[in-house]
């Protein structure tokens, strides 16, 4: 074990290790190659122990983070990783794609005078340290003679799953796609998770119990009422969000314009980027994309990686206001996507040949017409008003569009379910505890709020794991 380091008082954190930006356009690879064990030790030593811990109120699965981060300082690698999975059932991914600059690291202390410390790297390494050199299965614990149901193998479920199986809950959980994983294997890119690092995760939350049932569409193949049946005490509901926005413009219905949602899950699940592929995708030519958050940057980057000549990311606010991490749109700037703010699309343009109709090329997307915006003043919820700029439209040439404005729950659950209330937007409601109108049934992360971070909806599976122990284990 290594002997403690002197405080590192730097203001500036160890920067991330990456693949170079022309080389890393063209391939799948991961982008971020992780801390070495030299660089994690020197950034450990930037931590301040703060003792009122501001840094653990702004995770949302409450990870107690200057301990692990102390484990690392002394380099007692192991016993990070154990304190980590105290509170995270997913340590390895969260380190890669949870926005810790707007949680954890934006209460740092050490963020007030410089940069914050990188915990979320350091979160990362350690979990890539227990998966590179330890080999010792999870200790089972003893069963407690209750089932539950989890339905949706996202990171609200398998975060609810994991804390249940830990203290002798019998799990099942049950996805309705071939891969265990959600959003975590249909919608992130490899480049950014790869499915790996997933697939270790879910195998360690299988060696604690935890079963897994895939090709099962709950609301199709069986009921939630059907799952009580079956013998189960309680469900949790985390289906997530999948049912994709549209804008409503003239144009989306042409051939080449696609979901983000469909796009990613073609490129990432089905493996469309393999030069023989099983299911179908466009790549090369020219890209549109429209939106500002992380699924629009993954969509984008993941086109370049397709054989794109260019990609552009059409956004109606400005830089200022895009939703996406900093990180992720300095990767795509590096990479030499084309950021079109202040734009917003108003009709997909597509090819027909009158003399032709049998002209393969008829009904195929040639170009989008935008156009420009300026900013307003706040609306109701204090976010400006993006403006149309009258007599300012203007025609791009692409061959496909990427609509990536956000997605809604999937209405399945809800209109198989008698009893289930959902707001307007087709979220299920919830007490605070996760419990939905319909006693023994829970439910958290998208499927709730909508379109969320992996982080919050890890931390509504936690919520819901405790009120599920206190109601099943009182009875």
């Given at each position: ?6 405080p ?87 380190g ?29 390494f ?21 089932r ?39 919608g ?114 993941t ?9 552009s ?35 997909i ?47 791009m ?21 008698e009893?289930?209330e ?21 439910a ?32």
């Open positions: 074990m290594a002997t403690p380091s002197k590192n008082m730097t203001p500036k954190r160890n920067a991330m290790p990456t693949q170079d930006a022309k080389a890393r356009a063209r391939n799948f690879d991961e982008v971020a190659l992780g801390y070495t064990e030299e660089m994690a030790i020197d950034e450990a030593n930037r931590c301040l122990s703060c003792k009122n811990m501001p840094c653990v109120e702004g995770c949302p699965v409450r990870i107690h983070i200057p301990a692990f981060i102390e484990k690392i300082r002394e380099g007692d690698f192991e016993g990070a990783y154990q304190i980590i999975t105290k509170s995270s059932s997913l340590p390895a991914v969260c890669r794609v949870c926005p810790q600059e707007t949680q954890c690291e934006s209460k740092c202390v050490r963020g007030i005078k410089g940069e914050s410390v990188g915990i979320g790297r350091l979160e990362r350690v979990a890539d340290w227990h998966n590179t050199f330890c080999t010792d299965d999870p200790a089972r614990p003893a069963p407690n003679g209750h539950v149901a989890i339905v949706g193998s996202g990171p609200s479920g398998l975060s609810c799953a994991g804390d249940l199986a830990k203290i002798g809950y019998e799990v099942t959980v049950f996805e309705a796609l071939h891969t265990a994983g959600g959003v975590l294997v249909y992130i890119p490899e480049f950014r998770l790869p499915k790996r690092i997933v697939a270790k995760e879910v195998d360690t939350l299988k060696k604690l119990g935890v079963k897994i049932e895939t090709n099962v569409v709950i609301g199709k193949t069986l009921t939630v009422d059907e799952l009580f049946d079956m013998g189960y005490e309680a469900v949790f509901i985390g289906t997530g969000a999948g049912l994709p926005n549209f804008m409503g413009i003239p144009g989306e219905a042409l051939c080449g314009v696609y979901s983000a949602n469909e796009f990613l899950t073609r490129s990432n699940l089905m493996k469309a980027y393999l030069d023989d592929p099983t299911t179908p995708i466009r790549k090369g030519g020219k890209v549109a994309v429209v939106g500002g958050g992380n699924v629009a940057m993954d969509a984008a980057r086109a370049l990686r397709l054989g794109a000549e260019k990609v990311i059409i956004y109606r606010r400005s830089m200022d206001e895009l939703p996406a991490r900093r990180e992720e749109v300095e990767h795509a700037i590096e990479e030499g996507i084309e950021f079109c703010v202040l734009t917003n699309p108003t009709e343009g597509g090819y027909y040949n009158p003399d032709d109709p049998r002209d393969p090329r008829n009904g195929f997307v040639t170009s989008i017409t935008c156009e420009k915006m300026r900013m307003g003043e706040p609306d109701e919820r204090g976010r400006r008003r993006a403006i149309a700029i009258e007599g300012s439209k203007f025609s040439d692409v061959n496909t569009v990427i609509m990536s404005i956000g997605t809604s729950p999937n209405p399945l659950i809800k209109s198989t379910t009893g289930l959902v707001n307007r937007r087709g979220g299920i409601v919830v007490s605070e505890d996760g419990l939905t109108s319909r006693r023994g049934v829970y958290g992360g998208d499927a709730v709020t909508g379109a969320a971070t992996v982080i919050s909806a890890m931390g509504a599976g936690k919520v819901a794991a405790k009120a599920i122990d206190e109601a099943l284990s009182s009875n």
